[in-house]
């Protein structure tokens, strides 16, 4: 199996652009997560779907930022406009099932934005 | 708000010596995993416990979930430079919702 796949792997943007991150999760899991990783606040869960549907969407910081499932096999983060303070690792996870279920965790996005 | 906090937070250490690390929290969590983060990639899971006590044995790591599930312990006997990483906790509860711990960076010099 390819594990679960990210694009782009690293992203430069200017302020106010619009950026999209996309993950494809491993076939047959039906649980997607996105995090966000930073050195000043670790590891943060963004959003989760099970069976493509969102379930815990807490975690996005603001309207500019919105996730989508239209398929079982893909997935994309969107921020617009980008701003400076959104530069972080940007991870995908997928998992079969939920509560006690393995992450995998795919290499993740480092975007930069200026 | 950080519901899982990891201590230390930075660790450095020679290769051979034991070393712990902790997360603790207030909030009871359902299930608590550890993971490993190398530079450059994504987490890793080690080991999930669920039990309140349970003991798990992962060749030299030693991984302890608290009676009350409240906290955990990693315990790394004998630390080797392969075990240099980013370690997190990562806890569940019952409402299927997931956090994951402050992180500690453990060095092991050879």
């Known amino acids: 199996d390819a594990g679960v796949i990210q694009s782009p792997r690293h992203e430069v943007t200017e302020m106010g652009q619009e950026v999209t991150l996309r993950c494809k999760p491993i076939?047959?899991?039906?649980?997607l997560f996105w995090y966000r990783q930073t050195m000043m606040r670790g590891l943060e869960l963004l959003i989760y779907f099970n069976n493509n549907v969102p379930i815990d969407d807490s975690g996005m910081p603001e309207d500019r930022f919105s996730a989508k499932m239209p398929n079982a096999s893909f997935s994309t983060l969107k921020i617009q406009p980008s701003e400076p303070r959104d530069s972080a690792v940007y991870f995908c996870a997928s998992s079969l099932g939920l509560r006690n279920s393995e992450q995998f965790f795919g290499p993740g996005t480092r975007l930069t934005v200026l | 708000t950080q519901l899982l906090e990891q201590s230390p937070q930075f660790l450095s250490i020679q290769e051979g010596e034991n070393l712990t690390v902790y997360c603790n929290s207030s909030?009871?969590?359902?299930?608590l995993q550890w993971y490993r983060q190398e530079p450059g990639e994504g987490p890793v899971l080690l080991v999930t416990v669920v039990t309140g006590g349970e003991v798990k044995k992962l060749k030299r790591l030693t991984f302890q979930f608290g009676d009350a599930r409240k906290d955990s312990s990693l315990h790394i006997t004998a630390a080797q430079p392969g075990d240099t990483g980013l370690y997190l906790c990562a806890g569940a509860n019952t409402g299927n919702q997931f956090y994951f711990g402050t992180g500690t960076s453990l060095t092991v010099i050879p």
């Open positions: 909030s009871v969590f359902s299930s």
């Open positions: 076939s047959g899991h039906n649980s």
